[in-house]
């Protein structure tokens, strides 16, 4: 890759490049309107963006609500992550024959998917793909489905301009900003209320020779510090924080803490908070057969540490109680990642925040281990 | 994640509710493993689980599992019959140290089912005679009936520089054996604790109190190891369900130095 080039296009140009990416047989995904939520779902034209939406998050709450403006990624982040995409919430393994006790796998009839282009991947929504990739398919054994979806994505990142008062990537280290290199094609929406531009930039060679199909103009100096601005503003108005120093062990050593039966009465185990974090990986396999037991399928669906089931063993499970369910979940994510994976599993994109029913807050339970609450931490 | 099928050869009751499961490979494959090792064992439409190999290393022209029934997919895995097909996805897993534990006195010590892993370490043993020293096994079982491979544990107690002790926690009337947890075996025991290695299975409560035993013995943390169950699903440690502390048991054991694991042993829902 040579050295980037950033350019200016004007808004109406993302219709272009959705048809560029289409024209490239991607499938492609991105922000659209879905029960009172902003998901990803399959988009065609400019027109299925989410124009002039906002979202306000806080811990238990979401809700969208109109712009004054026409931004059409003018949110920060809805329920969903790009995962469902490269790591299926339910997939099915294979169908298999068994004819008085004597099984045969059938094969694979499904056809190969295409690989998809995914429109409106935030900073810390690149975090968890480069989390996931080291997971399910750097290690020792890969997972071939996700590896199979995975392969060719082309990522389309979209800068942070605003954050949630739910966020905190900026202590996770990953974001707002977006690193070089990590996305096929960064934009940053600007203007919105006058003459609504995007400052572009390509991060790899096929993210430069889709870009170089639009209409641009070569981005000024201004213009470039407008956009790193209006980035850092993102970045300088984030209300939550994680203090990650000594991060491990103040999980590791607190295994024993009258904190995890406070927050235990708290907590539904309702698993909600795995299903939206755009790293949890675990998943669970369900054998199905018909009545007469000739045919039989397998599927593998996500799965959650919040489950009693989750640590069955003969005998019963491990973790029967919600606290030490908890602790397996926030402890699995602060600091045995770490000693497996290298990093945290968090990249700070405080959907599990906003979507626990009970506004359990994982900055707030992190940082009461360490004695010290600071409760103004999560009013607005 | 395909299940490999095998053919089943045998099912054999060894106790009333535990059978040992002989499967035939298809054609070209093998049963290559390390003692300890597990695999997958699935039953179509039913489900899967993971089941320790019980057979002879130095046979691999079958593999053999010895599975106790206790729920719906372990009662249909004991149910097969000869000639119909259970599938494989294995081994798994790290084993029980039996190279570094060459020139060594070995200690094998299991509570019921928990023998079951540990057989191929004897025959592995009694197969390289001259590179061990001496074996020990202690084994304690529930009650007389439960004692599994009786015939074997009488045979390999014959044998010069072996020694077999059993007990069992209820007696009964007929019961002329030695009656207490597998820990009252230990007076019993001239151990070297320096020249020893000490490979565990059973339940995590017999585990722990037969390493605090070993280790107020002598015998080193690095040299005492235990063989840990936790939920394995994938067996590859990509579905998260064994994990225990930092480690995926499927992956990175279940086989573990006891000096690896101590202070998770003690952590109560872990």
């Known amino acids: 890759m040579a050295d980037t080039i950033r350019v200016r296009i004007v808004a109406d140009q993302i219709g272009q490049l959705i048809r560029s990416l289409a024209h490239r047989d991607y499938a492609i995904f ?7 939520a902003i998901v990803y779902d399959r988009i065609e034209e400019i027109g299925d963006l989410p124009r002039g939406l906002t979202d306000h998050q806080e811990a238990g709450r979401y809700s969208l609500v109109p712009r004054q403006d026409q931004a059409l990624f003018g949110y920060v982040l809805g329920p969903q992550s ?37 429109l409106g991947v935030r900073a810390c929504e690149l975090a968890a793909i480069a989390m996931q990739d080291r997971v399910l398919q750097n290690g020792p054994y890969a ?45 940053t929406e600007m203007d919105v209320a006058s003459d609504h531009w995007f400052l572009a930039e390509a991060g790899t060679d096929r993210g430069a020779e889709v870009l170089s199909e639009l209409s641009f103009a070569p981005a000024t100096d201004t213009q470039c510090r407008a956009a790193d601005e209006a980035v850092a503003l993102a970045r ?94 926030i402890t699995h994510k602060l600091a045995t990642w770490i000693d497996q994976f290298g990093t945290p599993g968090c990249v700070g994109c405080g959907r599990c925040i906003t979507w626990c029913p009970a506004g359990i807050d994982i900055t707030e339970e992190a940082q009461a281990l360490r004695g010290t609450v600071n409760h103004g931490n999560t009013e607005s | 994640m395909r299940p490999v099928p095998w053919v089943v050869r045998q099912v054999t009751k060894e106790t009333p509710d535990t059978f040992t499961l002989v499967l035939d490979p298809p054609k070209g494959a093998r049963g290559r493993f390390t003692p300890g090792q597990f695999s ?42 000869a000639g119909q097909t259970v599938g494989v996805r294995g081994p798994f897993g790290k084993g029980w140290p039996i190279e570094a534990a060459k020139g060594r006195d070995i200690i094998v010590a299991a509570g019921g089912i928990g023998l079951a892993p540990l057989r191929p370490v004897i025959y592995h043993v009694l197969a390289n005679r001259s ?63 320096v020249l020893t290695t000490a490979m565990v299975c059973g339940p995590e409560i017999m585990m722990r109190v037969v390493a605090r035993e070993l280790l107020a013995r002598g015998l080193s943390g690095d040299q005492l190891f235990l063989s840990m169950e936790r939920n394995m699903k994938c067996a590859i440690g990509l579905c998260g369900h064994c994990q225990w502390g930092p480690h995926f048991v499927c992956k990175d054991g279940p086989v573990f130095p006891f000096s690896q694991i101590a202070p998770l042993l003690d952590r109560y829902e872990l």
């Open chain 1, 82 to 118: 790009w995962k469902k995409y490269f790591h299926p919430a339910r997939v099915k393994l294979f169908d298999a024959r068994n004819d008085d006790g004597v099984f045969q796998i059938l094969p694979n009839t499904a056809s190969p998917a295409r690989p998809v282009a995914l």
């Open chain 1, 236 to 329: 300088t108005g984030q209300r939550r924080h994680l203090d990650t120093a000594g991060l491990r062990d103040l999980l590791i050593e607190n295994f024993e803490h009258p904190r995890w039966d406070e927050v235990a009465r708290r907590c539904l185990v309702c698993a909600n908070c795995t299903m939206v974090c755009p790293t949890c990986f675990c998943t669970d396999i369900e054998d199905a057969s018909d009545v007469s037991g000739t045919h039989a399928e397998r599927w593998r669906r996500w799965d959650s540490c919040f489950t009693t089931s989750f640590s069955y063993i003969h005998g019963g499970s491990v973790r029967t109680s919600p606290k030490a369910r908890y602790r397996q979940w």
């Open chain 2, 131 to 193: 590179h061990y020293g001496r074996l020990t096994v202690l084994y304690g079982a529930r009650n007389p009936r439960d004692i599994l491979f009786r015939k074997e544990l009488a045979a390999w107690a014959k044998l010069p520089d072996t020694q077999v002790f059993s007990t069992v926690d209820y007696g009964g009337v007929s019961w002329r054996g030695h009656v207490g947890v597998v820990t009252t075996l230990f007076k019993m025991l001239r151990l070297r604790p």
């Open chain 1, 30 to 36: 991105g922000p659209a309107v879905k029960d009172g």
């Open chain 2, 40 to 81: 997958m064992l699935w039953v179509c439409g039913v489900g899967e689980l993971p089941i320790s190999i019980s057979g002879d290393p130095t046979r691999p022209e079958s593999l053999t599992y010895t599975v106790r029934s206790v729920g719906a997919a372990t009662q249909s895995l004991v149910t097969r019959q």
């Open chain 1, 143 to 187: 997972d071939r489905i996700y590896a199979a979806r995975r392969a060719g994505a082309f990522l389309v990142a979209v800068q942070c301009t605003q954050s949630a008062p739910t966020c905190f990537c900026h202590s996770m280290g990953t974001g707002p900003a977006v690193a070089a290199g990590t996305a096929d094609i960064t934009l």
